[in-house]
């Protein structure tokens, strides 16, 4: 009987290893994490339901781990509904294996949270913000990238 509890144990401490957390945070809290960094950004906005995002983060993935050596960050900021959180967002994110961050962004107004990423930006996803502070660099794009297109800016992001 205590050999199967042990196992069993075992098992639930193990699951929770390859769980991965999803952070909640306020709009703020990125704000402040953008203007703290010291490091190349990528914050990749998207949701579970949006095939389109979907479709690149894999890209973004890719691409992050071939400039590992540049300390480039991949953040995915999920704008899943309130309900979602966190159990259908970390399924989700288990099951398509992502690697980054994964942050849900604890906000409803999109007229107040999308300005703070950039003036332009109208709600729509997938959106991806590129920074590097230390070459005040910064590109945002209110669509879906391809490979090529997520290559490209990555280079950009990283360029003296």
């Given at each position: ?22 952070k ?6 990125l704000e402040?994490?953008?203007r ?6 990528i ?10 995002c979907?479709k ?21 900021v ?7 959180y ?11 294996k992502?690697?980054?961050?994964v ?5 409803t ?37 391809t ?11 990283l360029?003296e």
């Amino acid at each position: 009987m205590k050999f199967l509890f042990i196992i069993i144990l075992t098992g639930l401490f193990v699951l929770n290893l390859n769980a991965q957390e999803i952070k909640k945070i306020k709009i703020g809290d990125l704000e402040n994490y953008i203007r703290a960094s010291d490091h190349p950004l990528i914050i990749n906005f998207w949701a579970t339901y949006c095939a389109p995002c979907v479709k690149e983060i894999p890209y973004f993935e890719k691409k992050v781990e071939e400039n590992k050596n540049q300390h480039v960050e991949l953040i995915l900021v999920s704008l899943d509904l309130p309900s979602f959180y966190p159990a259908k967002i970390s399924s989700f994110v288990k099951e398509n294996k992502y690697a980054s961050s994964v942050w849900w962004l604890n906000e409803t107004n999109a007229d107040y949270f999308c300005p703070k990423v950039d003036k332009n930006w109208s709600g729509g996803i997938p959106s991806t913000l590129f920074v590097n502070n230390k070459t005040h660099y910064r590109k945002f794009f209110e669509r879906q990238l391809t490979e090529p297109q997520v290559e490209e800016n990555i280079k950009a992001l990283l360029k003296e």
